[in-house]
């Protein structure tokens, strides 16, 4: 059962990234207090991982310099998926040019800008409700759809 949720669950995630798409990203801040931000992931491999796009030195890198632990959320009134992991950031241009969308060109000039980064975030556990269906459990497996 739980592979079936977190299939569906990962379908979800994919389908919402990119332009137009927002989701919830919370962090610890500077001064160690919970913050989040809406934010539209860039691109998804179920829920395994998750990239975003933005500055480098905005508020979320610096965010991570000081506290790699995250959490993300996509929800609407069929369902909350909810995941905790670390986040990284990343700006090996091949990666920037992969994630890059055109919406970006409203704060960057190009996946060459060198300000322009990206947040890998890697899930650690998940706590879903999709389809009226829940799944919570911590995992490190390579594939989480494996038994």
Request: hydrophobic share 35%; net charge neutral; proline share 4%.
């Given at each position: 059962m739980n592979q079936d949720i977190l299939k569906r669950a990962g379908e979800i995630i994919?389908?919402?990234t990119g332009e137009g798409t927002y989701c919830v990203l919370a962090q610890i801040d500077m001064d160690g207090y919970p913050t989040v931000s809406t934010i539209t992931a860039s691109k998804a491999d179920g829920i395994n991982?998750?990239?975003f796009c933005t500055g480098l030195g905005?508020?979320?890198?610096?965010r991570i310099d000081k506290c790699n632990r995250a959490s993300v959320c996509f929800n609407s009134d069929d369902y909350n998926i909810t995941l905790v992991g670390e986040i990284e950031v990343l700006t090996d241009p091949e990666i920037k040019?992969?994630?890059?969308?055109?919406?970006?060109?409203?704060?960057?000039s190009g996946p060459e800008d060198p300000s322009y980064c990206v947040l890998r975030f890697k899930s650690k556990r998940y706590n879903l409700l999709v389809d009226w269906k829940e799944a919570r459990e911590n995992y490190n497996k390579a594939n989480p759809y494996e038994a």
């Open positions: 994919e389908k919402n991982w998750i990239t905005a508020p979320k890198t610096n040019r992969e994630m890059w969308y055109d919406g970006l060109l409203n704060h960057f």
